[in-house]
C-alpha cells in the first residue's frame, strides 16, 4: 500500500513539473545561447524529487544581417540568466530531470550515479554519474526583422564528486554539447539572396568544478565554469562563469 501511494505521489509530482515547465517556456523568448555553468550534482536524488533554481552564465551569439546577408558571424558574447531544474527519482539512483533556461532551449533527460551512495544517504566518499539530454523547440520574435526559429540541443555530462561529510560535498564535470539553430527572415527584402539561416556549435566542450553545502532537503551550489564553442560562420571562443543554485528538495 505505501509503494501504491509513493507512486501515485510520483505521477502526480511529474505532471505539475509538467505543467510548470508550460508555463516558464511560454513566457520565454529564444535566443541563440548555450549554458555555460551545468550545476548538477553526482548523486541521484535516491527516491524524491528537487527543484532548483540557478543562476549562471551563458555563451550568447547574436544574428547579424547587415549587408542583406544570412551568414554573418555572430556578434558573441556573455550574459548571465536563470534556469529552473526539476527532476524526480525514478530508481534508488536514476533521475529525470528537466532543464527551462531563460531564453535558450529546454532540455529533458536522465542522470544514472554509477558510483556511490544518492543524495538521501549522505555517504562520504568519491561519487560518479552521467546524463544524457535532448531538446528541440520553436520560436518567433520581432524586431528589424522578423524570425521564425527552431532549435535542438544534445547534452552530455560526466560528473564526478567526493562527499567530505554529510553537509559538503566537492564536484567537478567535463560537458560535450551541441547545439543547433535554423530559421527564416519572415520579412526579408529583395536584396537578400535568401531568407534562411544556419548555425550550429559542434563539440562545445565545457569544465565546471564546485561546491555543494546543506542537506537533502535544501542545499546550495556555488560554482566556477569554462566553455570553448564555435558556431558556423564564427571564430571560436572561450568563456569563464560563476554561478551559484539553490534546491529544495522532498
Known amino acids: ?89 525514478v530508481a534508488q539512483k536514476a533521475d529525470i530531470f528537466i532543464r527551462i533556461p531563460e531564453q535558450s532551449t529546454s532540455l529533458l533527460g536522465v542522470k544514472v550515479q554509477v558510483l556511490g551512495e544518492p543524495s538521501k544517504g549522505r555517504s562520504e566518499g568519491h561519487k560518479l554519474a552521467f546524463s544524457v539530454a535532448m531538446g528541440a523547440e520553436r520560436d518567433s520574435f520581432e524586431g528589424t526583422y522578423d524570425v521564425k526559429l527552431k532549435s535542438n540541443a544534445q547534452d552530455f555530462s560526466l ?36 531568407n534562411e539561416f544556419d548555425y550550429t556549435a559542434e563539440k562545445i566542450l565545457g569544465l565546471q568544478g564546485g561546491v555543494e553545502v546543506g542537506g537533502s532537503s535544501f542545499k546550495l551550489k556555488l560554482e566556477m565554469a569554462f566553455q570553448k564553442i564555435s558556431w558556423t560562420h564564427t571564430e571560436s571562443k572561450t568563456y569563464t562563469s560563476f554561478g551559484y543554485s539553490l534546491t529544495a528538495g522532498f
Open 1 to 89: 500500500m505505501h509503494e501504491y501511494w509513493a507512486f501515485i505521489v510520483k505521477i502526480k509530482f511529474m505532471k505539475l513539473l509538467i505543467f510548470t515547465s508550460f508555463l516558464i517556456l511560454s513566457s520565454c523568448t529564444q535566443r541563440i545561447k548555450a549554458p555555460i555553468n551545468r550545476m548538477i550534482s553526482p548523486e541521484a536524488i535516491g527516491h524524491g524529487a528537487e527543484i532548483e533554481y540557478k543562476q549562471m552564465g551563458f555563451s550568447e551569439g547574436l544574428l547579424d544581417f547587415s549587408g542583406s546577408k544570412t551568414d554573418n558571424a555572430l556578434t558573441m558574447g556573455s550574459v548571465a540568466n536563470r534556469e529552473l531544474y526539476l527532476a524526480l527519482g
Open 159 to 194: 560528473i564526478h564528486g567526493y562527499r567530505l561529510n554529510s553537509m559538503i560535498l566537492l564536484y567537478d564535470s567535463i560537458t560535450y554539447s551541441k547545439y543547433n539553430f535554423e530559421g527564416t527572415i519572415e520579412n526579408a527584402g529583395p536584396s537578400f539572396s535568401s
